[in-house]
């Protein structure tokens, strides 16, 4: 499998540290996290649970876990959480939840009547909400949100909709779990504040790792006392690490300096997907395209996607008909222009074909 590509669309995850993030880096107080003694680790977990509004922040190695642990918290081994059919947590985390936390997972269609993919309605939700003390039926602990929408395309929860949820849900003990892997981007867009969003939710976790840049780590927080027990999950998962404040001040320099240029990753994706209509017409919806993803509808997204790499393009096939693009802060205005012609041309040289037949391509 290649490994390096010319550009890179395939995620936001692929970014390297900037020579300023590790000269940070260097100069980071240490001490032993498992011990709770890295104070540049302090600082990362009291900053992150300062912005999104809530008591208490745990650092985690990936996101992955964050969810993993979040959703064990909250869940007992038997109950379930509910999240949609294309969420980050039944998709792409190997079926951990399942495996490792005993917890059960049902879904909700990803597609809600009158919203965009990937955007939730609360009342959708609240009908799939089952009772725990059913002698039965599997009670719900936990719903789990997504935003942005990896999957849908980086589309934007709602504000309301998530408020509506978490209202309905308060009296009812079901916890709410917020995965914002890409809340950032959300933010940057204008939708709400980091905080507004975080007050809709029991436990957020956000990634570190993804368009702000940093090469490691997400923060899950909460309130004090679903802190102190996620960190004993964190721990039994295998994930207490030791002099960490190094990566701590990775993300601690991403949030404070990199949030304010996600903006023009939204941007750029924007522009991808524009020139992607002009060339194969329909083939991208622009109202999904809310921040630094591209959802291109294709014939056959394979063929696009080792079009590309053959010439050093970096892109990923979601499913057969769907091939995603994704913006990140390490593109330069000039690799985006590479990035769209190599696209233009691949779809013009693959498709257009099909769109005239007359044409004799
Ligand atoms: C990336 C991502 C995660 C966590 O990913 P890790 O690679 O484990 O850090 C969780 N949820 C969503 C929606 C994601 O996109």
Redesign the pocket.
């Known amino acids: 499998m290649r490994t390096t590509f010319k550009v890179d669309l395939r995620s936001d995850?692929v970014t390297k540290p900037s020579p300023e993030m590790i000269r940070f880096m260097t100069g980071a107080a240490l001490g032993d996290d498992v011990y709770d003694e890295d104070p540049t680790v302090h600082e990362l977990q009291e900053l992150v649970a300062g912005l999104l509004g809530h008591e208490a922040g745990l650092f985690t190695p990936?996101?992955?876990?964050a969810?993993l642990i979040a959703v064990r918290c909250h869940v007992q081994p038997g109950q379930e959480v509910l999240c949609d059919s294309s969420?980050?947590?039944v998709r792409?985390e190997l079926g951990a939840h399942a495996s490792l936390g005993g917890v059960t997972t049902r879904t909700w269609p990803m597609h809600s009547a009158g919203q965009l993919p990937g955007q939730l309605k609360a009342a959708d939700v609240l009908d799939y909400v089952a009772d725990k003390t059913s002698p039965y039926l599997v009670g719900t602990a936990c719903v789990a949100v997504?935003n942005t929408?990896?999957f849908a395309g980086g589309t934007i929860q709602d504000i309301n909709e998530l408020r509506l949820l978490k209202e309905s849900l308060t009296g009812r003990q079901v916890a709410v779990h917020l995965?914002g892997?890409?809340l950032w981007n959300a933010v940057a867009s204008g939708a709400a504040s980091l905080e507004d969003f975080g007050q809709t939710a029991d436990s957020v976790?956000v990634?570190l790792?993804?368009g702000l840049g940093a090469p490691v780590g997400?923060v899950l927080v909460g309130s004090k006392s679903f802190i102190d027990q996620a960190r004993v999950w964190r721990k039994r998962f295998g994930g207490g690490m030791r002099q960490i404040g190094l990566l701590a001040a990775a993300g601690i320099f991403a949030v404070k300096n990199h949030r304010a240029e996600l903006v023009r990753d939204h941007a750029a994706a924007m522009g991808l997907a524009m020139r992607c209509n002009e060339v194969l017409p329909g083939s991208v919806d622009l109202g999904r395209v809310q921040t630094n993803m591209v959802m291109v509808r294709v014939p056959a997204a394979d063929e696009v996607v080792r079009q590309c790499a053959d010439v050093g393009l970096g892109a990923w096939a979601l499913d057969s008909r769907t091939v995603r693009l994704v913006t990140h802060r390490d593109l330069s205005k000039e690799a985006i222009e590479w990035a769209s012609d190599v696209l233009a041309t691949t779809l013009t040289s693959l498709f257009s074909a099909e769109k005239c037949p007359e044409s004799g391509r």
């Open positions: 995850t990936t996101g992955s876990m969810n969420a980050h947590i792409a997504e929408h990896n995965d892997a890409r976790q990634c790792s993804k997400s």
